[in-house]
Antibody
Framework: QVQLQESGPGLVKPSQTLSLTCTVSGDSIVSGSYFWSWIRQSAGKGLEWIGRIHSSGSTHYNPSVKSRVAISRDTSKNEFSLRLDSLTPADTAVYYC???????????WGQGTLVTVSS | EIVLTQSPGTVSLSPGERATLSCRASQTIDRNYLAWYQQKLGQAPRLLIYGASSRATAIPDRFSGSGSGTDFTLTISRLEPEDFALYYCQQYGDSPITFGQGTRLEIK
């Protein structure tokens, strides 16, 4: 059974950088043809796909955040990570990691972690 | 980007009734790459339907999806108490991936 678990700070100050990690169990992030993705959910914007790292290591981002986002991975720990720079209160959301199956439908999702951007 | 508009925003029905949820895209979705998710309070979304009409693993057959091009429908044939939740559509035929704003299915 594949499981994903997000971890990271719950509170970040404006202008700072957010770093979140997704730990994957039950599957390898380098095998298959999967897309390991970050998605966020806020009251204002609903569900928003942020970006993904493919099992090959290639990345792809939503243009809405492309200038300040990076997704990387640590294959030795079977983890992938999100870095989001220059935070504003608009980045306050529940952040999910998810496995994107071939053609990028998402299954499963992590439980999500609430990130609040506030001074 | 492709904008997905879900309707209605909220639907009130009783257990045993049939639910029909709509998702309309601003342009044709390539290869009918349209998925539906269910989200309950405090939980992550769960994949129900992909490719517009294929049920995901372990999803009951009372859930069905249909449609093509720009108009898609999720139907729940006989509502069970556990079906009352939020439902989202998502397109993955074009980048960036986008989601609809959701339909709330509430108990009447």
């Amino acid at each position: 059974q594949v499981q994903l678990q997000e971890s990271g700070p719950g509170l970040v100050k404006p202008s700072q950088t957010l770093s979140l990690t997704c730990t994957v169990s039950g599957d390898s992030i380098v095998s298959g043809s999967y897309f390991w993705s970050w998605i966020r959910q806020s009251a204002g914007k609903g569900l928003e796909w942020i970006g993904r790292i493919h099992s090959s290591g290639s990345t792809h981002y939503n243009p809405s955040v492309k200038s300040r986002v990076a997704i990387s991975r640590d294959t030795s720990k079977n983890e992938f990570s999100l870095r989001l720079d220059s935070l504003t209160p608009a980045d306050t959301a529940v952040y999910y990691c998810a496995r994107g199956l071939p053609s990028e439908r998402f299954d499963p999702w992590g439980q999500g972690t609430l990130v609040t951007v506030s001074s | 980007e492709i904008v997905l508009t879900q309707s209605p925003g909220t639907v009130s029905l009783s257990p045993g009734e049939r639910a029909t949820l709509s998702c309309r895209a601003s342009q044709t979705i390539d290869r009918n790459y349209l998925a539906w998710y269910q989200q309950k309070l405090g939980q992550a979304p769960r994949l129900l339907i992909y490719g517009a009409s294929s049920r995901a693993t372990a999803i009951p057959d009372r859930f069905s999806g249909s449609g093509s091009g720009t108009d898609f429908t999720l139907t729940i044939s006989r509502l069970e108490p556990e079906d009352f939740a939020l439902y989202y559509c998502q397109q993955y035929g074009d980048s960036p991936i986008t989601f609809g704003q959701g339909t709330r299915l509430e108990i009447k």
